[in-house]
């Protein structure tokens, strides 16, 4: 079992910047891979990046690639995401997600959720 807690969201205007953090607990064999995906109004849940604790090896979506950055703190349980340059577009609510094995873009792979953290880009 993997809890994860997101924190880190909150209200920015366009261009500015924001870092989430996800703090994972438990088996840590259940959580080699750690994802961040989120959900605007109306809209599907999508991916945004992924990491392999492990190694560092990062994978973007391309609608955030150059803007966001996904790192880990191995010590500290941690994931990040920082996001510069936002857009009205990026508001969502933003979730963490783990996973045990290969690196992926799709939400149904993912075995462990966080609550969510609301981010808004005011334009």
């Known amino acids: 079992q993997v809890q994860l807690v997101e924190s880190g969201g909150g209200l920015v205007q366009a261009g500015g910047s924001l870092r989430l953090s996800c703090a994972a607990s438990?088996?840590?064999?259940?959580?080699?891979?750690m994802g961040w995906f989120r959900q605007a109004p109306g809209k599907e849940r999508e991916f945004v990046a992924a990491i392999r604790r492990s190694v560092g090896t990062t994978y973007y979506a391309e609608s955030v690639k150059g803007r966001f950055t996904i790192s880990r703190d191995n010590a500290k349980n941690t994931v990040y995401l920082q996001m510069n340059s936002l857009k009205p577009e990026d508001t969502a609510v933003y979730y963490c997600?783990?996973?045990?094995?290969?690196?992926?873009?799709?939400?149904?792979?993912?075995?462990?959720w966080g609550q969510g953290t609301q981010v808004t880009v005011s334009s």
């Open positions: 997600a783990a996973r045990r094995l290969k690196m992926s873009s799709v939400t149904d792979d993912y075995d462990y």
């Open positions: 438990g088996s840590t064999f259940s959580s080699v891979v």
